[in-house]
């Protein structure tokens, strides 16, 4: 097996530990908002402190996926690269690996967007006047 099969087979992995993280932050932010409305301030700040837990999962799989990069032969971090940051609606891939990184990245994108949404409202409804996406939004 070549050694790009191996790298290829491991960020599919990575990307499929990403996307668990991020599907688990997902989770947490609605029990987040069940434990706003019972106005449960020792569960928002469990779900809360677990949330962040499941995000420095999700990046330390991504600073493990651009670590690959690191020694690698030019053609390889190319290939990664791409596989990165290309836009995952439009990616095919090559190989079966590629193709399962763009389906997990499609995947993880559209939780991402339920997840953006869902936490901008609670943002809103916590913050107030002084939420992040006030202020972000001037």
Same mark, same amino acid.
């Given at each position: 097996? =070549?050694? *790009?099969?191996?790298?290829? &087979?491991?960020?599919?992995?990575?990307? !499929?530990?990403?996307?668990? *993280?991020? @599907?688990?932050?997902?989770?947490?932010?609605? !029990?987040?908002?069940? =434990?706003? =409305?019972? &106005?449960?301030?020792? *569960?928002?700040?469990?779900?809360?402190?677990?949330?962040?837990?499941?995000?420095?999962?999700?990046?330390?799989?991504?600073?493990?996926?651009? %670590?690959?990069? =690191?020694?690698?032969?030019?053609?390889?971090?190319?290939?990664?690269?791409?596989?990165?940051?290309?836009?995952?609606?439009?990616?095919?891939?090559?190989?079966?690996?590629?193709?399962?990184?763009?389906?997990?990245?499609?995947?993880?994108?559209?939780?991402?967007?339920?997840?953006?949404?869902?936490?901008?409202?609670?943002?809103?409804?916590?913050? %107030?006047?002084?939420?992040? @996406? &006030?202020?972000?939004?001037?």
């Amino acid at each position: 097996m =070549a050694q *790009s099969d191996l790298d290829m &087979k491991k960020m599919m992995i990575l990307f !499929q530990r990403r996307y668990n *993280s991020i @599907y688990e932050v997902s989770r947490l932010t609605d !029990q987040l908002a069940d =434990a706003l =409305a019972r &106005k449960d301030e020792v *569960s928002i700040s469990m779900v809360l402190e677990m949330r962040a837990e499941e995000l420095a999962k999700f990046d330390e799989c991504t600073g493990e996926i651009w %670590g690959m990069c =690191a020694g690698a032969d030019v053609e390889i971090v190319q290939r990664i690269r791409f596989l990165i940051t290309s836009e995952p609606a439009e990616g095919a891939g090559e190989s079966l690996e590629e193709k399962k990184i763009y389906e997990i990245r499609r995947k993880t994108q559209a939780v991402i967007d339920q997840l953006r949404i869902l936490d901008e409202r609670l943002n809103r409804r916590m913050a %107030g006047e002084k939420s992040y @996406y &006030k202020t972000a939004a001037k």
